[in-house]
């Protein structure tokens, strides 16, 4: 299978989840969800990602992400909390991709890891009154979260520039899609959420899988 192939199945999949959310057709959801998942991963795949260390570590954290959306299907709380935990370690993992080539310390890097403080205290600064016992985890989320975008500045992907705007994307359109997750489960519920932050999720993890 080619990127673009797995990446055109993503979208469909995506397409198709967006359909069962609005419709809240669980059964399909559980279907979609899953398959519009394992297609990055497979985008990984195609892309090379075993040719590489950097490849390995995304695809290791496209694998993680994988388990961290089935988890997220269920509404149970821990459910979410796991989901959560896959989800921080798939930016564990990118983390490790993004340093796996040497960390030049750049002042673009001291900039994105600056505004990346920034976006960390103000996301938690609005959702903190929210949060009730899920505040611990989420300020621990919120830090993984800033480092691995901090981190995409150092990433020396093979065979692309440095810094590469593609990996940069990438981890920015990630972190931004927990928004809507984050907005969804603890601020105000809606199909809204899922209308931007699925794409923008979906779209940023090809991003980092055609990355490798």
Known sequence: MSFDIAAFLCAGFVALLLFAERGRHVRLRWI?????SLAFVLAGLAGGAFESAYGLWVLAALALCMAGDVLLI?????TFLAGMGAFAAGHAAYIGAFLSGGADLTPLFFAGAAGMIVFAVLSLRWLWPHLGAFRGPVAG???IIAAMVATSFLAAPPARPTPSLLVIAGAVGFAVSDLAVARDKFVA???INRVWGLPLYYGAQLMLAASV
Do not use: I, S
Request: glycine fraction near 12%.
């Open 189 to 191: 519920p809606g199909f």
């Open 141 to 143: 989320y919120t830090v």
């Open 32 to 36: 979609a969800k899953p398959l519009a």
């Open 74 to 78: 269920p509404t149970g709380e821990k």
